[in-house]
C-alpha cells in the first residue's frame, strides 16, 4: 500500500469508526464499540489494545518504527483511537483506564506534534479535546510539558503560558523549567504583533512575564 493510499484510507477509518462507536455508546453498546476501536487498531497501526495495554510507549514507538513510511499515519491513528478508547472507558465508567488511554493518545500525538500534516483543524480540534479533557487532572510532568508545547504550536500563546507558569509552580521554580519559559517568551518576542494579538499574548504581557520569570532565577 502506497503512502498516500494508507492515509486516505486511515482518515476515511477514522470518520466511520468515530460514528459507529457514537452510536454504540448510545445504544449501551460497550463491548461492541471497544472490539471496533480493537479491529481498526490492528488494522491501522499493527498493534491489537492488549498490546497497548501491555508495552511501554517506547516499545510500541520501536514497533511503528520500523516502518518508517508510515509513521506519520500510524500516530494519527493510535492518538485518535485510543482517545475513542478512552471515551468508551468513560462511558464504561472506568475513570482509570479513560486517563491511562488520554495519556497515551496524547504521546502518540506528541510524536508527530510538529509535522505539517497535523497543523489541520481535522486533528488539532481532537488534540485540543483530549488536552482539555486532561487538564481536570494531575497528571505527569511530562504531560504537562507536552501539553505546553502543543498550546506553543497551536498559538495558544495565554494558555501555554498558564501552564508554563502551572509546571513552574509544580515544580517548585524549578531553574531549567524558568530557563525554557525565558525561551518561550524569547520566541515570541520575534512574531509579529498580529500573531501575538491571535494568540491573546500582546507583546507587553510577554515582556512583563519575562521579566517575572527573570526575577526567580536570582
Same mark, same amino acid.
Given at each position: 500500500?502506497?503512502?498516500? %493510499?494508507? +492515509? &486516505? =484510507?486511515?482518515? *476515511? /477509518?477514522l470518520d466511520l469508526i468515530k460514528e459507529e462507536v457514537d452510536k454504540d455508546l448510545?445504544?449501551? =453498546? ?7 476501536? *480493537? ?11 492488549? @498490546?497497548?495495554?501491555?508495552?511501554? $510507549?517506547? /516499545?510500541? #514507538?520501536?514497533?511503528?518504527? #520500523? ?9 494519527? @491513528? !493510535? ?18 483506564? +479513560?486517563?491511562?488511554?488520554?495519556l497515551k493518545s496524547l504521546e502518540a500525538f506528541y510524536e508527530i506534534y510538529d509535522?505539517?500534516?497535523? *497543523? ?14 486532561? #487538564? ?8 504537562? +510539558?507536552?501539553? $505546553?508545547?502543543?498550546?506553543? !504550536? +497551536?498559538?495558544?500563546?495565554?494558555? @501555554?503560558?498558564?501552564?508554563? $507558569?502551572?509546571?513552574i509552580d509544580k515544580t517548585n521554580n524549578d531553574k531549567n523549567i524558568i530557563e ?7 520566541? !515570541? ?11 491573546? !499574548?500582546?507583546? =507587553?504581557?510577554?515582556? %512583563?512575564?519575562?521579566?517575572?520569570? /527573570? &526575577?526567580?532565577?536570582?
Amino acid at each position: 500500500m502506497f503512502k498516500n %493510499d494508507y +492515509m &486516505k =484510507e486511515m482518515e *476515511n /477509518s477514522l470518520d466511520l469508526i468515530k460514528e459507529e462507536v457514537d452510536k454504540d455508546l448510545i445504544n449501551g =453498546e460497550i463491548e461492541k464499540a471497544k472490539n471496533s476501536v *480493537n479491529n481498526q487498531l490492528k488494522n491501522l497501526v499493527g498493534l491489537d489494545i492488549n @498490546a497497548i495495554d501491555t508495552l511501554s $510507549f517506547n /516499545s510500541v #514507538r520501536e514497533i511503528i518504527s #520500523r516502518d518508517a513510511s508510515y509513521n506519520l499515519g500510524k500516530y494519527i @491513528a !493510535l492518538g485518535e483511537l485510543l482517545q475513542l478508547q478512552g471515551k468508551i472507558c468513560l462511558k464504561d465508567n472506568d475513570e482509570t483506564k +479513560m486517563l491511562n488511554y488520554y495519556l497515551k493518545s496524547l504521546e502518540a500525538f506528541y510524536e508527530i506534534y510538529d509535522e505539517e500534516e497535523l *497543523n489541520t483543524d481535522k486533528y488539532i480540534k481532537d488534540i485540543e479535546t483530549l488536552i482539555n479533557n486532561l #487538564r481536570q487532572y494531575d497528571i505527569p510532568l511530562e504531560s504537562d +510539558m507536552q501539553i $505546553f508545547k502543543f498550546y506553543e !504550536l +497551536m498559538n495558544k500563546l495565554d494558555k @501555554a503560558e498558564d501552564i508554563l $507558569f502551572y509546571i513552574i509552580d509544580k515544580t517548585n521554580n524549578d531553574k531549567n523549567i524558568i530557563e525554557m519559559g525565558l525561551e518561550f517568551y524569547n520566541k !515570541l518576542k520575534h512574531k509579529s504583533e498580529e500573531e501575538l494579538i491571535k494568540g491573546n !499574548l500582546p507583546l =507587553e504581557e510577554v515582556e %512583563d512575564s519575562y521579566l517575572e520569570l /527573570s &526575577k526567580k532565577l536570582k
